[in-house]
């Protein structure tokens, strides 16, 4: 069906197929039907709505595998239906002491998506110290993506993120100075470029604030 639709035929009568397959007990099928959807689909398609219920059993839901399939297809679609029942769940495994990183750092990605798309439906409110809490995480592939998320949110509303900034420049200097990486994040005996570089952004923005603050007064 994937190939038909790469030739740019209508393939309509296999969209009920593919959502239905999301509900499958294994793994295979569950996951043809996660990519297919994902790929066929946009957020506004009708038949989503089918697969809602589905798709946040699978997150809340202790089979680690089905819940990264969740949230890779939620992140790729990010719809606001999707953010309005499912950004909950998806908060609550990202701050989860329980879940293992890899779920954690798929859950940041996901609610990134859904926060650009819909800043308005997903709440973060007094998620500061939420976010702070993050930025002491070990494992780097968590805090790269909380830091990516945090720069959303800053963009969004950078008054409620001040508490952040302490840790920002711990985190840089946790890499640039302490070199405290794992190796398989060093490209070029550079620490985790992209993080380094998610967090001068963020640390130009709070300068660029704080400068227009002192310029006012």
């Not at 990264?68 to 998806?90: K, Q, W």
């Not at 005996?189 to 963020?202: A, E, H, K």
Request: with cysteine; hydrophobic share 40%.
């Amino acid at each position: 069906m994937l190939y038909i639709y790469m030739l740019g035929y209508d393939v309509d009568f296999g969209h009920m197929e593919a959502v239905s397959l999301i509900s499958a007990p294994k793994y295979p099928e569950k996951q043809v039907g996660y990519i297919v959807t994902s790929s066929l689909l946009n957020e506004n398609h009708d038949f989503l709505r089918l697969a809602i219920n589905t798709v946040r059993n699978d997150i809340i839901g202790r089979n680690e595998t089905f819940q990264c399939l969740a949230l890779t297809m939620v992140g790729n679609i990010g719809g606001r239906e999707f953010a309005e029942s499912l950004s909950p769940d998806v908060q609550k495994l990202l701050i989860s002491s329980s879940c293992r990183p890899l779920v954690r750092k798929k859950a940041a990605l996901c609610l990134l998506r859904l926060f650009r798309k819909n800043p308005d439906v997903v709440n973060v409110d007094g998620w500061s110290d939420r976010m702070a809490q993050l930025l002491d995480e070990r494992d780097f592939g968590v805090l790269t993506s909380s830091m990516s998320l945090l720069v959303a949110l800053v963009a969004n509303n950078h008054d409620a993120y001040w508490s952040c900034l302490p840790k920002c420049v711990k985190v840089l200097e946790r890499m640039a100075r302490n070199q405290d990486i794992p190796q398989e994040y060093t490209y070029y005996g550079i620490p985790s470029p992209w993080l380094q570089v998610c967090i001068c952004f963020l640390l130009n923005i709070f300068s660029y604030i704080m400068h227009t603050k002192s310029q006012s007064s």
